[in-house]
């Protein structure tokens, strides 16, 4: 149980143009998800929270209008990453957690992340 | 802010013996969750095991354990019997009021 999935995982796209990346959690509704940044060799930076049906909370020096993030529905949380520039590339993972079953609120079960690079 | 620190970058470890990752945090909460979590060259996190500040006990998952010390508010990580498939970066990770905070990690190598 608790399998959170990311589509796409590897995408490339042109400076200026706008990519959105998909989180699902697939065996168990996802009450907050959770958007990080990595690159390569260091360690997760949070990017905002997000809880259904309400706007996200954003961290410190993010940029809400340049990572717009969607928890619509207990199950799915979009992060687009608009008008990408260069320095947008990096690995971007989702993770969730839940209030529901007897996962543990406190644990939170990571995507397998999705590389984007910005030429 | 709640601080982690992971201090060494790279261990390495002999296949079937035993490593052990430090970790230390800051705070000044008395309930908090303390959690490992790997992540192989796939990069998908892996939770590794988990540990509740106002449980006295060691969590214990199969050969991995955990030394919890609240009093130094340390937290580090022994792997037993070391395994190929247990290289991986290791993340040190600290929860309170359900953000995570993560340390710089530290890169877990297997010789055969």
């Known amino acids: 149980g608790a399998v959170v999935s990311q589509h796409p995982s590897w995408v490339i796209c042109k400076s200026g143009t706008s990519v959105k990346i998909e989180c699902r959690s697939l065996d168990f509704q996802a009450t907050t998800m959770f958007w990080y940044r990595q690159f390569p060799k260091q360690s997760l930076m949070l990017m905002a929270t997000?809880?259904?049906?309400?706007?996200?909370?954003?961290e410190q020096g993010v940029e809400k209008d340049k990572f717009l993030i969607n928890h619509a529905s207990l199950t799915l949380s979009t992060l687009t990453v608009t008008s990408a520039h260069p320095e947008d590339s990096s690995f971007y993972i989702c993770s969730a957690s839940t209030i529901y079953s007897g996962l543990g609120t406190e644990t939170q079960y990571f995507g397998p992340g999705t590389r984007l690079l910005v030429l | 802010a709640q601080t982690v620190t992971q201090s060494q970058p790279e261990m390495s470890v002999q296949e079937a013996e035993t490593v052990t990752l430090s970790c230390t945090y800051d705070t000044s909460e008395s309930d908090y969750y303390l959690f490992w979590y790997k992540q192989p060259p796939s990069r998908q996190m892996i939770l590794v095991i988990r540990?509740?500040?106002?449980?006295?006990q060691n969590a214990t998952e199969n050969r991995f354990s955990v030394n919890f010390q609240k009093a130094a508010k340390s937290f580090s990580l022994k792997i037993s019997d070391s395994q190929l498939g247990d290289a991986a970066m290791y993340f040190c990770a600290y929860r309170f009021d359900y953000k995570l905070s993560f340390g710089a990690g530290t890169t877990v190598t297997v010789r055969a």
């Open positions: 997000s809880n259904e049906g309400s706007k996200a909370t954003y």
């Open positions: 540990q509740e500040a106002y449980k006295q």
